[in-house]
């Protein structure tokens, strides 16, 4: 069954460090991966993809992801946070070919500290 | 940027009532979902619709569970028999055929008492 996993419930950084926040997922085949951000009271935003290509993958709000096919990771990191980027951030998949469904991750709330 | 709309944004029901969530996605998407989201924590699939029939659900979405593209512009969600473990916030959601973006809405909170 595709799954991924976010390890860190909460990550806390200081504004305008870079972050990093973590997501690996299960294998088989060749996924699509996503990030997505969820702040309070609102639905979810889209903020970037990996469907193949460079690993390295640009998205909204200065946010990138590097994709790992031999870690099986997606990362996702910031050079420098800000306290707006405070928000809750979920890891999501999707496996093609017929299959509609994507699965998202637990999310990990990040805290920006001024 | 286009929405997703969900009405309404708060509905509060007693428990084996039936309730019928409502979202319009963004017009020119064929890609459905409904999701929910307890305590602002995961957020679970519940069921994918594609072409006026559903692509794939999860086990929570049993017997109770059903959706619905009444018009082509409405995408429902109906539970026949609410619980007190359906209580959680639903979120619908919309992608177009060749964009894998996923639209959300702003949710239902559903509270069953």
């Known amino acids: 069954a595709q799954s991924v996993a976010q390890p860190e419930d909460q990550v806390n950084v200081a504004e305008g460090n870079p972050l990093t926040v973590k997501c690996t997922y299960s294998v088989s085949g060749n996924p699509y991966l996503f990030w997505y951000v969820q702040y309070p009271n609102r639905g979810l935003q889209f903020l970037l993809k990996y469907i193949t290509g460079d690993n390295l993958v640009k998205g909204s709000y200065g946010f990138e992801a590097e994709f790992n096919k031999s870690q099986t990771s997606f990362h996702l990191k910031k050079p420098s946070a800000l306290v707006s980027d405070s928000a809750l951030y979920f890891c999501a998949v999707r496996w093609p070919g017929g299959y509609q469904k994507v699965t998202f991750g637990t999310g990990t709330k990040l805290q920006v500290i001024p | 940027e286009p929405e997703v709309t969900q009405t309404p944004s708060h509905q509060v029901t007693q428990m084996g009532q039936e309730v019928i969530l409502r979202c319009v996605p963004i017009?020119?998407?064929?890609?459905f979902y409904w999701y929910r989201q307890i305590l602002g924590q995961k957020v679970e699939f519940l069921v994918s619709f594609y072409n006026n029939e559903i692509s794939e659900k999860s086990e929570i979405f049993d017997d109770q569970f059903s959706v619905e593209r009444p018009d082509g512009s409405n995408f429902t969600l109906k539970i026949r028999s609410t619980k007190l473990e359906d209580s959680a916030m639903y979120f619908c959601?919309?992608?177009?055929?060749?964009?894998?973006?996923?639209?959300f809405g702003s949710g239902t909170q559903l509270s069953v008492l």
């Open positions: 959601a919309s992608r177009d055929r060749d964009n894998e973006k996923l639209f």
């Open positions: 017009s020119n998407h064929l890609y």
